[in-house]
Nanobody, 119 residues
Framework: QVQLVESGGGLVQPGGSLRLSCAAS????????MGWHRQAPGKQRELVAR???????VYADSVKGRFTVSRDNAKNTMYLQMNNLKPEDTAVYYC?????????????WGQGTQVTVSS
């Protein structure tokens, strides 16, 4: 059984920073790609950043230059460093993982972590 567990959310003032973590636990899988999505109240879930096993990254235009996604392959953990946070970054942030079990591929989601940017 594979699980993705996020941590690191919280309340921060505008201009502040937070670092989110997403750890994949379980066995018998290989991480193909992982990503962060977010969903604000009344809005659709959107991609924030994504990183492949080869290290290629993709960012939403709204976070380019402020957010950095990284991973630690040895720990099966992905990070999202969020700097210069804005009130519009307030949302529940979800970790997503595309994992391979042999030749089969599965999509996993974490439970989400709340990020609130407010003075």
């Amino acid at each position: 059984q594979v699980q993705l567990v996020e941590s690191g959310g919280g309340l921060v003032q505008p201009g502040g920073s937070l670092r989110l973590s997403c750890a994949a636990s379980g066995s018998g899988f290989r991480i193909v790609a992982m990503g962060w999505h977010r969903q604000a109240p009344g809005k659709q879930r959107e991609l924030v950043a994504r990183i492949t096993s080869g290290g290629s990254t993709v960012y939403a235009d709204s976070v380019k230059g402020r957010f950095t996604v990284s991973r630690d392959n040895a720990k099966n953990t992905m990070y999202l460093q969020m700097n210069n946070l804005k009130p519009e970054d307030t949302a529940v942030y979800y970790c997503n993982g595309a994992l391979a079990h042999g030749t089969l591929y599965y999509d996993y989601w974490g439970q989400g972590t709340q990020v609130t940017v407010s003075s």
